[in-house]
Nanobody, 121 residues
């Protein structure tokens, strides 16, 4: 399974971006993580196979929205009100963690290559 993340770029604080993750199969939970230089990879949001269940990290709740398209071949991360603290490489990942473990990167089988998001002040 290969995941393809895209949509990153350079934006200004307050702007929005939508990241996309091409997902070849719908049988996986898909989550977004990010990793800033010198920091650990952290969970942002996850969506169940059906697209009806989502989970967010407290740090992005209300600003980021994860969604899955009707054909379940892509997962999106809509990011609003971006700040410089959102600067990182963003990764999508596929796995089958239970809901309470969406935030555990070790439980994901496949990872996209990452897309850089840079927010300038």
């Amino acid at each position: 399974v290969q995941l393809q993340a895209s949509g990153g770029g350079l934006v200004q604080a307050g702007d929005s971006l939508r990241l996309s993750c091409a997902v070849p199969a719908s049988r996986y939970v898909i989550s977004w993580f990010r990793q800033a230089p010198g920091k650990e990879r952290v969970f942002l949001a996850g969506i169940a196979q059906t697209g009806t269940t989502t989970r967010y990290a407290d740090s992005v709740k209300g600003r980021f929205t994860i969604s899955r398209d009707g054909l379940k071949s892509a997962v999106y991360l809509q990011m609003n009100s971006l700040t410089v603290d959102d600067t990182a490489v963003y990764y999508c990942a596929a796995g089958r963690p239970v809901f309470s473990a969406y935030d555990q990167p070790g439980l994901y089988y496949y990872w996209g290559q990452g897309t850089q998001v840079t927010v300038s002040s």
